[in-house]
């Protein structure tokens, strides 16, 4: 089974300038994360979907960020315009339903992104 | 709220000897948690989880997690460390029902030869 895919895997911008992630999540797997990862912390939830519907963007920093999950399948996160504290690892995550909370997150290897 | 803590930003154990990864949490009722491993530039790969069925919970790479209520803790162990363990390992909660999956911050596991 293939796991969650990512791209791209780094990506070094300057501040002000725009970027884009894309996520694949695990075929079947209705719900989708997208998880901020700074240097030396635990990854912290912007938004989480299920199916093409937003269940839960409370952590999104709205007027830099958006995201989308067009058709329930792929996702794509995207910044604009980034500032040097947008630098860390954007990890996207996968689930079969989020219903009871016992669902397993399968996570992406993630993009690591560096404003200068 | 659920909180995750992590006793430990970084912790150092000899090849062969006992890892003992700490995670306390906070909450009214109970919770789900979980343990990941992060191995460099990967994303987190599930160790096990507790779902309420049992309270000690055996996981992936010979790892073990007791879930203790009067302790509020789920500390992660293996009895004797290689290697191949070196990586960052998070604990994470969430409620029964709760959509949001909220993370502790992480202990880097060092093995030394």
């Known amino acids: 089974e293939a796991g969650v895919a990512q791209s791209p895997r780094y990506k070094i911008i300057e501040k002000r300038q725009s970027v884009a992630f894309w996520c694949n999540p695990i075929?079947?797997?209705?719900?989708l994360y997208w998880y901020q990862q700074i240097l030396g912390q635990g990854p912290k939830l912007l938004i989480q979907?299920?199916?093409?519907?937003?269940?839960?963007d409370s952590q999104l920093p709205k007027d830099r960020f958006s995201a989308e999950r067009l058709k329930g399948v792929d996702s794509t996160l995207k910044i604009q315009p980034a500032k040097l504290e947008d630098s860390a690892v954007y990890l996207c995550?996968?689930?079969?339903?989020?219903?009871?909370?016992?669902?397993?997150?399968?996570f992406g290897p993630g993009t690591r992104l560096l404003v200068l | 709220a659920q909180s995750v803590t992590q006793l430990g930003s970084h912790v150092s154990v000899s090849e062969g000897a006992l890892v003992l990864l700490r995670c306390n949490y906070s909450?009214?009722?109970?919770?789900?948690l979980f343990w990941y491993v992060q191995y460099p530039n990967q994303g987190l790969q599930l160790l096990l989880k507790?779902?309420?069925?049992?309270?000690l919970v055996k996981g992936i790479n010979g790892f073990e997690a007791e879930f203790k209520k009067s302790e509020t803790s789920f500390h992660l162990t293996k009895p004797s460390a290689h290697m191949s363990d070196a990586a960052e390992y998070f604990c994470?909660?969430?409620?029964?029902?709760?959509?949001?999956?909220?993370f502790g911050q992480g202990t880097r596991l060092t093995i030394n030869p």
């Open positions: 979907f299920q199916n093409n519907g937003v269940v839960d």
């Open positions: 075929s079947g797997h209705a719900t």
């Open positions: 994470a909660g969430k409620h029964q029902g709760a959509q949001k999956l909220v």
């Open positions: 507790y779902t309420s069925a049992a309270t």
């Open positions: 995550a996968s689930s079969l339903v989020a219903l009871s909370g016992q669902e397993t997150q399968y």
């Open positions: 909450s009214s009722v109970p919770p789900y």
